[in-house]
């Protein structure tokens, strides 16, 4: 049974950092290596959708949504089937509940910021960014 589990989530002041992991277990690291793989959150309210923040395919290509460009990076480690979002420059609109996505199609470009071609997801780490 496959199973995604995020960490690294936490309290910061505007400007801090934090580094959050995506452990991907159930599978080989050969599997894992062709897997989509996306960084997602969701503020908090009733209407908040959750949005595309990052994603990395198979070849190692990102995407981002333009408001964390230069602050946040992707990457993963496929021999340890971990997936890693380090967030530099925290603002307080990044304040939401993070999780991890997996897809075992191969997607390209604003696909890896859309939340319903991922089937795999975490239970989500809060980061929460205080003024």
């Known amino acids: 049974q496959v199973q995604l589990v995020e960490s690294g989530g936490g309290s910061v002041q505007a400007g801090g950092s934090l580094r959050l992991s995506c452990v991907v277990s159930?599978?080989?690291?050969?599997?894992?290596?062709?897997?989509?793989m996306g960084w997602f959150r969701q503020a908090p309210g009733p209407e908040k959708e959750r949005e595309g923040v990052?994603?990395?395919?198979?070849?190692?290509?990102?995407t981002y949504r333009e408001s964390v460009k230069g602050r946040f990076t992707i990457s993963k480690d496929n021999a340890k089937g971990t997936l890693y979002l380090q967030m530099n420059n925290l603002k307080p609109e990044d304040t939401a509940m993070y999780f991890c996505?997996?897809?075992?199609?191969?997607?390209?470009?604003?696909?890896?910021?859309?939340?319903?071609?991922?089937?795999?997801w975490g239970q989500g780490t809060q980061v929460t960014v205080s003024s």
């Open positions: 990052a994603g990395i395919d198979r070849y190692f290509t990102t």
């Open positions: 159930g599978y080989s690291a050969n599997i894992f290596s062709t897997y989509s």
């Open positions: 996505a997996a897809s075992p199609f191969h997607r390209t470009g604003t696909e890896l910021l859309s939340n319903w071609l991922f089937n795999l």
